[in-house]
T-cell receptor, first 113, second 109 residues
Framework: SQTIHQWPATLVQPVGSPLSLECTVE??????LYWYRQAAGRGLQLLFY??????ISSEVPQNLSASRPQDRQFILSSKKLLLSDSGFYLC????????????FGPGTRLTVL | TQLLEQSPQFLSIQEGENLTVYCNSS?????LQWYRQEPGEGPVLLVT?????EVKKLKRLTFQFGDARKDSSLHITAAQPGDTGLYLC?????????FGTGTSLTVIP
């Protein structure tokens, strides 16, 4: 069966510090991978998605970046965090064989102080 | 621009009541998904509807896809406190999934 991992689960960082959030998927090959940010109790904002190693599409211009160094690994980074980067970050994957399904990780709660 | 609009945004009901949540769009989707999310956790996929007019049932939850594949509804019968959560609809367009604005449901014991 497939599983998706995100870490860390929670993170408190000072303004101006760097960020690295990691997401890995097990039990599948060639998935589409996604990073979302969610404001409290609201819908999801797509940040980045990737259809393959080294292929990144950005939806929202900002001080965040994403990388996909391996088939099942997706990393969200920032060189200098802003207060507005605080939020709940979700990684998701879509099977290469199924156009209609997307599955989410447990999320990372980021607080920038 | 929000492709998928959900209503109501907030809903607070007594245990045992019925409710319906709506997901509407001006765009045609090949499918729509419904998720439930609890605080501090990732959304969990409940169902995918694919065919226009399709109705799917998951215990006390009934999902319907509009004939024109532009809208969907979620009906809960005899709501229970365990149904409390944020309900999200979503649909794929190309490589992306577009999410609704969310409906926050509270079921009071």
């Amino acid at each position: 069966s497939q599983t998706i991992h995100q870490w860390p689960a929670t993170l408190v960082q000072p303004v101006g510090s760097p960020l690295s959030l990691e997401c890995t998927v097990e039990g599948t090959s060639n998935p589409n991978l996604y990073w979302y940010r969610q404001a409290a109790g609201r819908g999801l904002q797509l940040l980045f998605y990737s259809v393959g190693i080294g292929q990144i599409s950005s939806e929202v211009p900002q001080n965040l970046s994403a990388s996909r160094p391996q088939d099942r690994q997706f990393i969200l980074s920032s060189k200098k965090l802003l207060l507005s980067d605080s939020g709940f970050y979700l990684c998701a994957w879509r099977p290469a064989s199924s156009y209609n399904e997307q599955f989410f990780g447990p999320g990372t709660r980021l607080t920038v102080l | 621009t929000q492709l998928l609009e959900q209503s109501p945004q907030f809903l607070s009901i007594q245990e045992g009541e019925n409710l319906t949540v709506y997901c509407n769009s001006s765009s045609v989707f090949s499918s729509l998904q419904w998720y439930r999310q609890e605080p501090g956790e990732g959304p969990v996929l409940l169902v995918t509807v694919v065919t226009g007019g399709e109705v799917k049932k998951l215990k006390r939850l009934t999902f319907q896809f509009g004939d024109a594949r532009k809208d969907s509804s979620l009906h809960i019968t005899a709501a229970q406190p365990g149904d409390t959560g944020l309900y999200l609809c979503a649909g794929p367009l190309g490589n992306q999934f577009y999410f609704g604005t969310g409906t926050s449901l509270t079921v009071i014991p």
